[in-house]
């Protein structure tokens, strides 16, 4: 795993990192820090990395403003902050999760877990998915989704007015960002749950979602009792 850190107290950065190599032991194969947003975004244009970890107060710099570059990039971001007033916020923009300052190295573990698969997802309160068009993001609201396609390491995701857009992030990655009325279906689709209209069972033991619009979209044998228990039906 290659890890940068942008943290502009050195004391805190060097611990950050110490705690980063206890909690991934082999696994952690690169380690950058960064005390500036701007060597930060510099590291990311041309470096590929795997995850985040952000403090939202640099020099009086704000985090937000990388994070607001960078909401569209493969990778996941954890802040770390002891501005806690900012969590609702930053969860917003699909960070995986907002870590207290003080913390510990428990809480920080905690944080890593979530980059397991099955792992618990985050607390929902992401708004928006940004995708990057003409070299600029664009903010769609998570709401309007009607369900996102896998397409290996990123993914379609299709609107209810039809659109498709391209997310430079896996189905894995965005599932654990989504909010849970979000379900994954087959190892190639999540659905909004909301915009299910009936499951149904074709000849051959092929189950599907139907949605309201008409779409079908298949379900993996293995999750169809568990969706017709959570839904219901």
Do not use: C
Request: proline fraction near 3%; hydrophobic fraction near 40%; avoid cysteine.
């Amino acid at each position: 795993m290659k890890l940068l850190i942008v943290e502009d107290e050195p004391v805190i950065a060097r611990r950050i990192r110490r705690l980063s190599g206890l909690i991934l032991g082999d696994r952690l194969e690169q380690v950058t820090v960064s005390n500036t947003l701007e060597s930060g975004l510099a590291h990311l244009e041309k470096d590929e990395i795997d995850l985040l970890l952000l403090d939202l107060n640099l020099n009086g710099a704000s985090g937000f403003d990388l994070l607001e570059t960078i909401v569209a990039r493969p990778f996941h971001t954890i802040i770390i902050s002891a501005y806690t007033d900012k969590a609702i916020r930053a969860f917003e923009y699909g960070v995986l999760d907002f870590v207290p300052k003080p913390f510990n190295q428990d809480r920080l573990a905690q944080a890593f877990g979530r980059l397991e698969p099955g792992s618990v997802p985050s607390n929902g309160q992401v708004r928006y998915l940004a995708v990057q068009k003409r070299g600029r993001h664009v903010l769609f609201d998570i709401q309007d989704l009607t369900y996102i396609k896998g397409a290996g390491v990123y993914s379609e995701l299709h609107f209810q007015d039809q659109s498709v857009e391209i997310h430079n992030k896996s189905l894995d990655a965005l599932a654990r960002l989504l909010p849970g009325h979000f379900d994954r279906i087959h190892k190639s689709y999540i659905v909004n749950s909301t915009l299910v209209r009936e499951l149904a069972v074709a000849s051959g033991g092929k189950y599907s979602a139907i949605l309201k619009d008409g779409t079908d979209l298949p379900i993996s044998r293995a999750r169809y009792r568990e969706l017709r228990k959570k839904w219901g039906d």
